[in-house]
């Protein structure tokens, strides 16, 4: 990537990671089209290959700054001694929230990376991959799961809740519109009913 990117008005340079955002989280790497991420951003091709080099060089560095962006916002928002699951749940779902209202589909974008099936795309970002999921399992790892209904474990409610909201974001996304108080008004809710199902009365 030529550095001078970072020369540019933000105002700009976020244009251009959102346009990227969205069209690769729409399509993935294999069938996301450059001219429609430069239509998207409002800026010629040749502009965009000048400070990115290549589709790759653009997908690494978004993938990069995503995580970058997501983790900075996590490590000051998230409680650091809080071991509540849901409380846990709903501080990261506030910082996704501080992070969409500048990044729409950034979110998004990471989610749909993980089910990535073009090789070279993988590899460019397996270390940022795993690095990631290593931060969110480091978040979650120290909840307690002392006050749950008894049949249900800690791992069955963390992937319902993953499952739940996942498939909130790509409804969201479905309906053309996305909105991130919307979705995160209807994820907060979700996450209140699904602890009333799962968490004993005090």
């Not at 294999?30 to 430069?38: C, G, L, M, P, R």
């Not at 506030?94 to 749909?112: A, D, G, H, K």
Request: glycine residues 6%.
């Amino acid at each position: 990537m030529n550095d001078k990117f970072f020369d540019l008005k933000k105002e700009k340079q976020d244009r251009m990671i959102n346009a990227a955002l969205k069209v690769f989280a729409g399509n993935g790497y294999e069938h996301a089209s450059t001219d429609e991420i430069v239509k998207e951003a409002g800026i010629s091709k040749g502009l965009l290959f000048h400070y990115f080099i290549s589709k790759i060089g653009l997908y690494t560095f978004v993938y990069d700054y995503s995580v970058k962006y997501l983790l900075l916002e996590l490590n000051t928002g998230v409680d650091k001694e809080e071991t509540d699951f849901f409380k846990l749940t709903r501080q990261i779902k506030n910082c996704e929230l501080q992070v969409m209202r500048t990044y729409p589909y950034l979110i998004r974008f990471l989610s749909e990376s993980g089910r990535e099936q073009n090789s070279e795309a993988l590899e460019a970002t397996r270390e940022k991959r795993v690095y990631l999921g290593k931060q969110y399992d480091r978040l979650l790892e120290r909840t307690e799961n002392t006050s749950l209904r008894d049949g249900i474990s800690m791992d069955q409610l963390k992937k319902m809740v993953q499952l739940t909201l996942d498939g909130l974001m790509a409804e969201a996304f479905f309906e053309g519109s996305f909105q991130p108080e919307r979705y995160m008004e209807d994820a907060l809710g979700y996450l209140l009913l699904l602890e009333r199902l799962c968490v004993r009365e005090a």
